[in-house]
């Protein structure tokens, strides 16, 4: 059994920052993939931020230069450091990783529970 674990959401002003982490725990073989996602109010699930397991990156346009995400492939673990956050920027943050377990070895989506951020005065 694999889960995702996720911390770090909160208030904080605009122009502030968070650090998000979100911990696999279970039977993994390999991590192929990990990213963020984030819903608003009324809005889709939208991706935030993806890292491979070779290091490649990508964002969504609104938070490049702002948002970076890193991976901790010995503590199975993936960070989204949130800096200069915008009011638009409110919204439960879900981790999503691609990962082969050892007890299925095939490749399955999983993602964590959510955590909320806003950013409000």
């Known amino acids: 059994q694999v889960q995702l674990v996720e911390s770090g959401g909160g208030l904080v002003q605009p122009g502030g920052s968070l650090r998000l982490s979100c911990a696999a725990s279970g039977s993994i073989y390999s991590i192929n993939y990990s990213g963020w996602y984030r819903q608003a109010p009324g809005k889709e699930r939208e991706l935030v931020a993806g890292i491979t397991s070779g290091g490649s990156t990508n964002y969504a346009d609104s938070v490049k230069g702002r948002f970076t995400i890193s991976r901790d492939n010995v503590k199975n673990t993936v960070y989204l450091q949130m800096n200069s956050l915008k009011p638009e920027d409110t919204a439960v943050y879900y981790c999503?990783?691609?990962?082969?377990?050892?007890?299925?070895?095939?490749?399955?989506?999983?993602w964590g529970q959510g955590t909320q951020v806003t950013v409000s005065s």
């Open positions: 999503i990783m691609r990962l082969v377990s050892t007890t299925t070895r095939f490749e399955d989506v999983y």
